[in-house]
């Protein structure tokens, strides 16, 4: 018998236990989601919803608003579709340059966990500042192979387009011969002569995502642990920093976090708390004064 089978008589019941959570996603990022939120006793299944609607990597369907403006659409979307449902899930990356280091490429991976019952939201995200996320553009001369190891190929599916149209594009390429024969296709129609090989970033086709989708989805199940000290509901979390970290040496305060602010999604109570690293100082090298 398997240990976690044994129910332990210490541990509470999650409030959520055996409630189902529709996860609105067209790429199997379920799959990512269910073993996780089966640790509360919670249910996810695929919502059959077309969030592709609200977007594509590729550029067919331009993404429009914020990220979370997005996950919003999603839910809208799955919620219309399923009126029963309590719990909706929807999650979105992001792909772009590092928003300070700009030169570095990141991939910021989003969940939102909508409760229609008690109208709360609970946000989860985890930046991958290693993404595996590239493009190459290609004449009928250069090397492919190469271009396609510099892309994670094969584990990691590419997509195939002329180098001004993305008509026509294949995707989810993940056999040579199939690249080779999506390259030829595209040589013909380019007016350039050039080709795109890009990673296809839907999750499906890119196991780094799925990680970055993994790691995100932990910091929701740590977040539906976590429960506010006045009325009980689950996503009592850090919602910010508060600067004044003072420096060791000079004692002067920094725009470093000093405390962190906790807040309920559900009522709102919120405490300011001292930072969960207990760093009570900053380097003197840190200091604006002392090294300015
Ligand atoms: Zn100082
Ligand atoms: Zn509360």
Not at 117 to 136: C, M, R, S, W
Not at 194 to 202: C, F, G, K, S, T
Not at 233 to 250: E, F, N, R
Request: a negative charge; aromatic letters at 8%; charged letters at 25%.
């Amino acid at each position: 018998m398997q240990s976690d089978s044994i129910a332990n008589p210490h541990e509470k019941i999650h409030p959520f236990a055996g409630e189902t959570v529709l996860f609105a996603t067209k790429h199997q990022k379920e799959e990512i989601i269910i073993p996780l939120l089966r640790e509360l006793g919670m249910v996810c299944v695929k919502a059959e919803v077309d969030t592709d609607q609200f977007g594509t990597f590729t550029g067919e369907i331009e993404r429009t608003g914020s990220v979370r403006e997005t996950l919003r659409k999603k839910i809208k979307a799955a919620s219309l579709k399923y009126p029963d449902g309590r719990f909706i899930l929807a999650s979105e990356g992001s792909f772009g340059p590092h928003p300070i280091i700009g030169f570095m490429q990141i991939d910021l991976e989003s969940l939102l966990l909508w409760d229609r019952k008690l109208k709360f939201e609970i946000y989860a995200e985890f930046l991958d500042t290693n993404p595996v996320h590239g493009e190459q553009t290609l004449g009928p001369r250069d090397d492919f192979r190469t271009a396609l190891k510099n892309l994670g190929f094969p584990n990691h599916g590419v997509i195939v387009h002329p180098e001004n149209s993305v008509i026509p594009i294949f995707k989810g390429l993940h056999r040579e011969h199939d690249v080779a024969q999506a390259m030829i296709d595209s040589f013909c129609v380019s007016t350039n002569g050039r080709v795109v090989v890009a990673n296809d970033l839907r999750a499906c086709h890119n196991p780094t995502r799925q990680a970055a989708i993994l790691e995100a989805g932990k910091v929701l199940l740590e977040k539906l642990k976590s429960f506010c000290p006045s009325c009980s509901y689950p996503g009592y979390a850090i919602t910010k920093s508060i600067p004044g970290l003072p420096c060791s040496d000079c004692g002067e305060v920094s725009q470093i976090a000093k405390t962190v602010l906790f807040e309920c999604v559900s009522c709102k109570f919120s405490e300011e708390k001292k930072r969960p690293d207990g760093k009570k100082s900053i380097e003197p090298s840190e200091c604006e004064f002392c090294n300015p």
